[in-house]
């Protein structure tokens, strides 16, 4: 078992409905970070959390440490969102050293 | 140019031959990174530098040979390689560490793809 679960690994919606992927770890972690990566390779960081939510535009992130899972939100989602979204952890003994998930595959239909 | 750069962005080579990856970063990090994607497997971190120096090796084959001459360029020195070394070679910079166990946001480079025949 992987220590990074992402779900689903793939996910087809229409435009505007509300997504959800989740993440589960089962190391220790210093902190928790969403990236996104789009056809061709080229990888953003979307956030970085260590508790608690976060927001930025139409995407929410969301941390229970008790739990040990994290959730990544798009609302009114568009096509331009289709991408791969991928959760990484920094384990808190090196935590520059990420632990990734396998990554959850995106389309947003028009 | 500004953020992260790689190249080249694509190289084919053969299983003798001798090539280098090069990545520059143009935010005023000192923590630089390797990383391997390979199809249908998640990203793994291969080598972490901070401040040219060498923190993390996650038991890399010998055939890939990092170099950090300074905080704005790494490279990776790849010799020998096998047909399941192709892959996209991603790098990374982030703010610099006193103590590991703060973890900071990393910028990534487009990537190189590699294909070895």
């Known amino acids: 078992k992987n220590e990074v679960e992402q779900s689903p690994q793939n996910l087809t919606a229409q435009e505007g409905e509300f997504i959800t992927i989740n993440c589960s770890y089962s190391?220790?972690?210093?902190?928790l970070h969403w990236l996104q990566q789009h056809p061709g390779g080229g990888i953003v960081s979307l956030f970085m959390?260590?508790?608690g939510k976060k927001k930025h535009g139409r995407l929410i992130a969301t941390i229970n440490i008790q739990e040990k899972h994290s959730s990544l939100h798009i609302t009114a989602s568009h096509p331009r969102d289709s991408a791969v979204y991928i959760c990484?952890?920094?384990?808190?003994?090196?935590?520059?050293?990420?632990?990734f998930g396998q990554g959850t595959r995106l389309t947003i239909n028009p | 140019e500004t953020g992260v750069t790689q190249t080249p962005r694509h190289l084919v080579m053969g299983m003798t031959n001798k090539k280098s990856l090069k990545c520059e970063q143009h935010?005023?990090?000192?923590?630089m990174y390797w990383y391997k994607q390979s199809a249908k497997k998640p990203l793994e971190l291969m080598f972490v530098y901070n401040f040219k120096e060498q923190t993390e090796n996650n038991s890399v084959p010998s055939r890939f040979s990092p170099e950090c001459p300074n905080s704005s360029h790494l490279f990776l020195h790849l010799h020998t390689l096998q047909p399941e070394d192709s892959a996209l070679y991603l790098c990374?910079?982030?703010?610099?560490?006193?103590?590991?166990?703060?973890?900071?946001?990393?910028?990534f480079g487009p990537g190189t793809r590699l294909t070895v025949t």
């Open positions: 990484a952890v920094g384990v808190i003994q090196g935590a520059q050293k990420l632990v």
């Open positions: 990374a910079s982030s703010q610099d560490w006193a103590q590991g166990e703060v973890s900071y946001e990393q910028y």
């Open positions: 959390l260590s508790s």
């Open positions: 190391v220790g972690i210093s902190a």
């Open positions: 935010l005023g990090h000192n923590a």
